[in-house]
């Protein structure tokens, strides 16, 4: 951080610091899962959680548990904590926890894309969409019927607008697409990303550029394995990897 960086710190994010640290002190240690790894059934484990700071999240749940309905209130406590740190943010904080939920709203369209196309009542399918990737005009896409109500909905009403005008268009709606449409946002979103981390500077980008860094160099990685044995070409191939990463040629 700059010199005097600290001075103001607490004026705006202070509090938010502190609700994290918490967090974070609630962490399972490696004794917990020792002792996890010691359960024999899914009633010991929510036996042992209920000693964390996990608390009695399975308490209302009957027997038998099942191991969906210990992930999906895992993943609800996940939500409920990253929302209260969402709703308390300002900005420039709050842009940056908007970009955290980027990845899982380009999955959440690409599911509603796959499920138009497929005649699936999209209503259903947002149910099935990860909660951190939703957001507040979601209901509006439950209206389309066909691909093209469906990208003139995406293009007016959601986050995720800008890049579906600049590089995905009606055309592209198609079964072959859906995986490259899935890459291109995602190029476009990481690149988008640390450009407004390299804005921010200090801490924030000298921590984030690692990370986008290597997660472009991922998504790098699995496109071309993913590409062999495809129709997909060499320069359709070049034109899906990240723009960013240590694996981009100087």
Do not use: W
């Not at 964390?52 to 209302?60: E, K, P, R, S, V």
């Not at 999955?107 to 990860?130: A, F, Q």
């Not at 959601?158 to 899935?182: G, K, M, W």
């Not at 291109?184 to 990481?190: I, S, V």
């Amino acid at each position: 951080m700059a010199p005097g960086g600290m001075l103001a710190f607490n004026v705006d994010d202070g509090f938010l610091e502190a609700i994290v640290r918490g967090y974070r002190a609630g962490i399972l240690t490696s004794n917990d899962y020792v002792n996890l790894c010691q359960c024999e059934t899914l009633e010991d484990l929510r036996m042992h959680l209920t000693s964390t700071d996990y608390g009695n999240f399975l308490a209302n749940e009957p027997a038998p548990l099942a191991t969906a309905t210990i992930a999906e209130h895992l993943t609800k406590k996940l939500v409920d904590e990253f929302r209260a740190l969402r709703v308390q943010a300002i900005e420039p904080l709050g842009k940056f926890l908007d970009y955290l939920t980027y990845p899982y709203m380009i999955d959440n369209l690409v599911l509603l894309i796959t499920g138009t196309l497929h005649n699936r009542d999209i209503s259903e399918l947002i149910d099935k969409c990860h909660p951190l990737g939703l957001f507040d005009s979601m209901a509006s896409l439950c209206i389309a019927s066909t691909p093209e109500e469906l990208y003139r909905e995406i293009v007016v009403d959601t986050p995720l607008a800008p890049y579906f005008q600049e590089l995905v268009s009606l055309d592209d709606l198609t079964d072959l697409n859906i995986e490259i449409i899935r890459n291109t946002l995602y190029k476009a979103y990481l690149k988008d990303f640390l450009q407004f981390c390299d804005k921010m500077g200090g801490a924030t980008k000298e921590i984030m550029t690692d990370i986008l860094l290597f997660e472009a160099d991922r998504r790098a990685i699995n496109i071309t394995l993913n590409s062999f044995g495809t129709d997909l070409t060499r320069e359709e191939r070049a034109r899906l990897l990240p723009d960013i990463g240590l694996l981009v040629p100087e």
